[in-house]
């Protein structure tokens, strides 16, 4: 094998053009996906503190928002919603006229070729903050898959293109899939949050979605961040029941993962570049302590290269720009 000093690396990189022909992975605006938090509250936008750049908007708000998404040529929003009433089964999360069914609709209608993804998890909308429905002090497992099938068909019938079941109930992949069929959604994708972690990272996002579980934590139904193999099985389980986007989430601590999931699963993969992972660097970025902008850029395209073909990220729209800027 030939070696210095007829190898010389540095060749590829000694001037922007060949470097440029030398890039192995590429950001895209096309791999996007921009998350929006959608109130039922009338009224101006709010800014989320720790998520600066981020709002919580109300559904007049939205048409505006999915014109700017799909300009920046982004192509998918990923919905998720504030009720003005939580209980204990989650109601709004599957009521024809909830928030997130009016967003929906509203979008659609301003911009009908933006997709529209939605989040399908009871969290935001019980009252004790957990992602099904409480037996005593554990959620309740099988009764909690008939509400998020039902919520899932809402979404739909609203004119949701995908639909995105992030609750980590066993066998809800299989139990939505079945109720869109039965309800002429056949066409209608399920992406699958396959490999959910019960993460600290997603500290960011339940003060913007206003969805802490009032007792206990959610370490009965996500992930041990400690599990690699484990979620293997979580998105074996998932391909099984029929998803047709698979998802590791987060995304940065869990790189490994997503690599795994590369090598193993021939779907598109998705990557949920987090809230908390998004506060990190624009909290750095505002102290002056590090290049937002540049490392935002270096921490996408490592989620791409790591083996991610979408990416749901906050950064969606600031990143769409800078790339543009560049071009
Ligand atoms: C659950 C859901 C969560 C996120 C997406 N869907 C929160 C959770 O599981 O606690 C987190 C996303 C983020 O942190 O950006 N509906």
Known sequence: MAGFPTVRLRRLRGSEAVR??????????????????????EGAATPIEPMPGC?????????????????????AVLLFGLPNEKDGVG???????????????????AVPGLAVVTDVCLCEYTDHGHCG???GATVDNDATLELLAKAAVSHAEAGADVVA?????????????????????????????ASKYASAFYGPFRVAADSSPQVGDRRGYQMDPANARMAMRELEQD????????????ALAYLDVLRQAREAFPHPLAAY??????????????????????????????????????LITYFAKDVARWLQREE
């Not at 096309?30 to 998350?35: A, N, R």
């Not at 928030?99 to 659609?108: D, F, G, L, M």
């Not at 079941?165 to 056949?186: K, N, T, W, Y």
């Open 20 to 41: 440029r022909l030398a890039q192995e992975t590429r950001l895209s605006p096309s791999s996007f996906v921009y998350p929006l938090f959608v109130t039922e509250a």
């Open 55 to 75: 709002y919580q908007l109300p559904v007049s708000a939205l048409a505006d928002e999915a014109r700017e998404v799909a300009s920046l040529r982004i192509p």
């Open 91 to 109: 109601t709004q999360a599957y009521a024809p006229t909830g928030v997130v069914q009016e967003a929906v609709r509203a979008i659609k209608a």
């Open 133 to 135: 429905i409480l037996d």
């Open 165 to 193: 079941p992030s609750a980590m109930m066993d066998g809800q992949v299989a139990a939505i899939r079945s109720a869109l069929d039965a309800s002429g959604f056949e066409d209608t994708p399920v992406m699958a949050y």
């Open 239 to 250: 391909a099984a029941e029929g998803a047709d986007i698979l998802m590791v989430k987060p």
């Open 273 to 310: 570049n987090v809230s908390g992972e998004y506060s990190m660097i624009k909290a750095a970025g505002q102290l002056g302590w590090l290049d937002e902008g540049r490392v935002a850029m270096e921490v996408l395209t490592a989620i791409r290269r790591a083996g991610a073909d979408i």
